[in-house]
């Protein structure tokens, strides 16, 4: 389910839009010269979205300036299923760039990690790898990249002037949740208890996708049962419940009026305006909203998607985009290319990449810093990420079973349209296809 904004499943906010992985728009083959002349040259294959090559020049910058004897050129590739495509060729044909970005999770692993990249086991960095993150670029128990960018939550972002106005709590429960919608829609008609905006369809999927961490926290076999078919949403009452949060907060008039046609413009507007209250989404959209509406760094908090149980409360989390070396990359460059992402993966390297950009949310590297100038619904990530058990990943980092219609399906849902029990077990229905074109045992 990888969210990507105007397609079925889930997607990646960068430079203000939403983007899940280092896939971006461009032409292969640009290539530029970044960096002082040294005796090594490394190539860097990375997409051509502006924040990429941004925050791709800053690292080479930053980097070679600490390693002089190594240049850094870029090459770019483009996006989706063009750029998936290219990334496999080249591997299969032995012609990848030194380095390269790539996703993590599900599509990491149909790239055959264990037969085209290099393991980074070894490294002593690897210990400061965040284990969520390290889950989404192992294969056989062997880690093969590094993050490049921040975590992502999927969550609830929160009018902090309104909870301060009605005195309210950030709730830990669903049932408490549902009590301060309630509030708000009683003493404060002028503000929508829940923004959704189904003008732009991939939103509507954050009661079911952000919920994930619940799911797991009741079932941690979940994913696995999934991806074997032994699971399903419409069976397994941990994964209907996101299904029935979409139909309850409709069923009980906390949407905005204009739910139906109101797309994210409209949703980040509200929200940053006080006329919503809640509007659940990915963090990433956070950027867009603050350069658009500056007060709302300090006026819009985060916090995760409530379940049933306040004490297993915690944040669902899609992860950076990875950092990877091709097996074909030996000899000095290959020392250079290790040296690169040991780089990328510290505090400097951090700290170069928030030169470059705001950060979507916490580090995936232990020791890195978000500062004190990030909006505070990105603050207030850390926390979760510190707590152990407080977050887990998004479904699709740990299984590859997905259906192109579930945005549909919970606009559907959240329309009063579709039952929630009918919707997942159309969406249920709606994984079939892909999974048999996976080959998955048990499909």
């Known amino acids: 389910m990888r969210f990507r904004p105007g397609t079925s499943g889930l997607a990646l906010l960068a430079a203000g839009s939403l983007v899940l992985t280092a896939c971006s728009a461009g032409s292969l083959g640009s290539s530029s010269d970044s960096g002082s002349k ?12 502006d924040q990429d090559i941004k925050e791709a020049n800053q690292l080479i910058k930053d980097f070679t300036a600490k390693n002089p004897g190594i240049t850094i050129k870029t090459e770019t590739r483009p996006a989706g299923t063009e750029g998936d495509n290219i990334v496999k060729t080249r591997l299969s ?18 790239i055959a990690p264990q037969k085209n990249l290099v393991s ?34 999927g969550a609830v972002l929160y009018s902090i002037p309104v909870y301060q106005k009605l005195g309210l709590k950030v709730p830990k429960t669903w049932a408490e949740f549902m009590a301060n919608n309630a509030k708000i829609k009683a003493q404060d008609p002028g503000v929508a208890p829940v923004i959704q905006t189904y003008g732009e369809t991939w939103t509507s999927q954050l009661f079911v996708l952000g919920d994930f961490h619940n799911v797991s926290a009741v079932d941690p076999s979940f994913a696995d049962d999934y991806t074997a078919n032994k699971a399903k949403y419409a069976t397994n009452p941990a994964a209907l419940k996101g299904f029935e949060h979409t139909e ?60 049933d149980d306040a ?81 887990s990943l998004a479904l699709e980092f740990l299984s590859p079973v997905k259906g192109p219609s579930l945005e549909q399906i919970t606009v559907e849902v959240g329309s009063g349209i579709r039952k929630a029990k009918d919707g997942a077990a159309r969406y249920d229905e709606d994984v079939k296809k892909q999974a048999q074109q996976l080959g998955l045992a048990g499909w």
């Open 93 to 110: 044909t032995g012609d990848m760039p030194d380095v390269f970005g790539y996703n993590t999770g599900s599509l990491f692993q149909a």
């Open 38 to 49: 040294g005796s090594v040259e490394i190539t860097y294959l990375i997409g051509n979205q």
């Open 311 to 391: 004490s297993k409360n915690g944040l669902t989390l899609w992860t950076p985009g990875g950092l990877y070396i091709p097996k074909t990359t030996t000899g000095d460059k290959l020392d250079a290319a290790k040296k690169f992402l040991a780089f990328v993966a510290s505090p400097d390297g951090c700290a170069s990449q928030t030169t470059a950009g705001a950060p979507t949310g916490p580090y995936a590297v232990k020791g890195c810093t978000l500062g004190n100038d990030v909006p505070q619904a990105i603050k207030d990530m850390q926390p979760y990420l510190d707590k152990p058990g407080a977050s």
């Open 248 to 307: 309850a907060v409709h069923d009980a008039g906390y949407e905005n009026k204009d739910f139906a046609s109101a797309k994210l413009p409209d949703g980040l507007k509200m929200l940053a305006t006080g006329k919503g209250a809640h509007y659940p989404n990915l963090s990433g959209v956070v950027a867009n909203m603050v350069a658009t509406y500056p007060d709302a760094a300090k006026t819009v908090g985060l916090f995760a998607l409530p379940g």
């Open 120 to 153: 980074i086991s070894d490294q002593p960095y690897i210990g400061n790898l965040d284990d969520n993150f390290k889950k989404t670029v192992t294969a056989d128990g062997q880690v093969y990249g590094v993050p490049v960018g921040g975590f992502m939550g």
